[in-house]
């Protein structure tokens, strides 16, 4: 065989097999794939969210003490995150919003959440972010 047909039939093989192994790697709707879920206790990341005041800006159903409105509402946080900045995933959203809150504004949100990072431990932060895993 040619080089030139050589080639070509290198091109197309390599094609296939992208064509069929794509469909193991599709994105979850509204974003990239999914991360797998974040090692932490979400019973204690619901604590998390009350104690660091979280809950005062922030609606939740389901979790008594988040009424907030100034911030938005949080329930279905998991299923809307990944589509609000296309180039993340939902989990790289969230936790950008808790490193850097005024990385991104939702639409319609000031830019008032405070810097949460330096009141938290470790085990608080990976608490609290498998918390919002759950919020789906």
């Known amino acids: 065989?040619?080089?030139s047909r050589s080639r070509?039939?290198?091109l197309l093989a390599g094609l296939t097999a992208c064509l069929l192994l794509l469909p193991l790697a599709a994105p979850m709707p509204g974003g990239l794939?999914?991360?797998p879920p974040v090692k932490g206790d979400a019973k204690a990341g619901a604590r998390v969210f009350v104690a660091k005041t979280?809950?005062?800006c922030h609606m939740v159903k389901g979790l008594p003490e988040a009424k907030g409105t100034i911030g938005p509402?949080?329930?279905?946080?998991m299923s809307r995150a990944g589509s609000l900045r296309r180039s993340m995933t939902a989990l790289a959203y969230i936790k950008e919003s808790i490193e850097n809150p005024?990385?991104?504004l939702s639409p319609g949100y000031q830019p008032v959440m405070p810097q949460l990072m330096p009141t938290m431990t470790k085990a608080e932060y990976q608490n609290l972010l498998a918390y919002l895993q759950t919020l789906k």
């Open 1 to 3: 065989m040619p080089k």
């Open 73 to 77: 509402r949080l329930d279905g946080l």
């Open 54 to 56: 979280c809950a005062v």
């Open 8 to 10: 070509l039939f290198c």
């Open 33 to 35: 794939a999914a991360e």
């Open 102 to 104: 005024n990385a991104f």
